[in-house]
């Protein structure tokens, strides 16, 4: 259906969890063949809204119109029936299943296909929408961008007519975000309706055909992309205020090393050798798969290094990591949010105990009402909504969730901070908040930031580290303008020296 006559009509639609609204009769077109960006601060309601229109939640009133006839879901499935798919913030992947296999699943006869029959389709399809991934991995071994990328892949497989993503540019490179955007507006132009929940104000200035903005569970505007002048009044609609996403690095003197990393050739890792300091930020940067997430690991006790060395706070890895305080140390605050830095059916007094529960200890006991008020503190000078100690880490949009991490880790006062996408996931004005904080957190700590968010990175660091193909590649001053201009091209591998070819897993 095309002209003025929507695909799919959200007509007022309302969804409350206990005494708190999420959607607050919400109508909204959604036209085939338009890219319509929804946007809107972490707790707005953009996920609980499209989590109805794919199925995985029930209205508590109105109702949806798909080509102008109401339809009711009782399950994703049957959203799935109707032509809706839908990519999440948190990837719903088989970890133990390979690449091909996750997007086979749930297929009729899909699995009883051979192996090789299933790898050539996805590597096919992954070549024609320029999402390169290895079809025969296993998705435990893969980083988050790559899985990222699965999920998109399942999606177009199904060739649906309403495609939901939900942040899918959070984990990506910008030159991975442009591939995308080359495939969202093929699929706009083949008739397909697309819906594109995003943080990123540029992105959604650039792609968008239509745009709708959610406060506070309700609809404050809906309209035309061409209507929208700045991306500044966005962020004005979004949180009802002027916001200017700007911090003022200033220089810091810089004190003892708290990270040496020296000779570490571990697979996939390359001869890494690093250094972060107290009072500065040492940015590190690529694309997704080259070697973050294992070097991360090493670094935070996770993964033993098998050759090289690697000091924290003067010590050797072992000795660090086997006689650890839980303050005054090391912080690591992960990517991964759900299952790795939270759990997500305990409340958030008990997660905030995960890492700070020796801070709370009387002897054998545990001062469980002090670690609350604590919390209850936190929770106020971080907005995390609800605010609530005793709600599970389950009930908080992905934004508050890490909010909810951030506050945790720089409660424990680290030396040495190692944070991984930091601000994934978070709406404009939390994202100003989180740098505030870990510009001030540069103060006593050194940091070692991994994003994929170029800006973020030359906002905050002191120091940038290109990695490429499991090596550092280059590291220089964050005011060299000449190694900035081609930190694109360093982030592809083309150094002044010739590199190792990157391994090529789509051809």
Known sequence: MTGDHPLIRLERLSKAFGPIYANREITLDIHAGKIKSLLGENGAGKSTLMG???????????????????????????????????????????????????????????????????????ADLARDVRLDIDPAARVATLSMGEKQRVEILKLLFRRNRVLIFDEPTAVLTPQEAQQLFEALRRMARQGKAIVFISHKLDEVMALSDEIAVLRKGEIVADMPAAEVQTKEDLAR?????????????????????????????????????????????????????????????????????????????????????????????????????????????????????????????????????????????????????????????????????????????????????VAEQPTQGLDIAATEDVWQVLLKARERAGILLVTGDLAEALSLSDRLAVMFNGRIVDTFEADNQSKIDRIGLLMAGVTDQPAEPAPVHVT
């Open 52 to 122: 109805m229109l794919a199925g995985r939640l029930h209205p508590d009133g109105g109702r949806i119109l798909i080509d102008g006839r109401p339809r009711l879901f009782g399950s994703a499935r049957d959203a799935i029936d109707e032509g809706i798919g839908m990519v999440y913030q948190h990837f719903m992947l088989v970890e133990a299943m390979t690449v091909a296999e996750n997007i086979f699943l749930g297929h009729a006869g899909g699995l009883r296909l051979k192996t090789e029959e299933m790898e050539r389709q996805v």
């Open 237 to 417: 609609l979004m949180v009802g205020r002027a916001v200017i996403l700007q911090v003022k690095r200033q220089p810091q003197e810089t004190r003892q090393t708290v990270l040496r990393v020296q000779g570490l050739n571990d697979k996939p890792l390359k001869d890494i050798r690093l250094t972060v300091r107290q009072g500065e930020i040492l940015g590190l940067v690529g694309v997704a798969g080259n070697g973050q997430k294992p070097l991360v690991e090493t670094i935070c006790g996770l993964r033993r290094p098998q050759t090289g060395q690697v000091r924290l706070m003067g010590k050797d890895w072992s000795h660090f990591h086997s006689d650890r305080r839980w303050d005054g140390n090391l912080s690591y605050i992960p990517e991964d949010r759900q299952s790795l830095a939270t759990c997500r059916y305990l409340s958030l007094t008990d997660n905030f105990l995960l890492t700070t529960r020796q801070g709370f200890c009387r002897g054998p006991w545990l001062q469980r009402g002090k670690a609350e008020k604590r919390l209850r503190e936190l929770i106020q000078d971080f907005d995390i909504q609800p605010p609530d100690p005793r709600a599970e880490a389950r009930q908080l949009s992905g934004g508050n969730l890490q909010k909810m991490v951030l506050a945790r880790e720089f409660f424990r006062r680290p030396r040495l901070i």
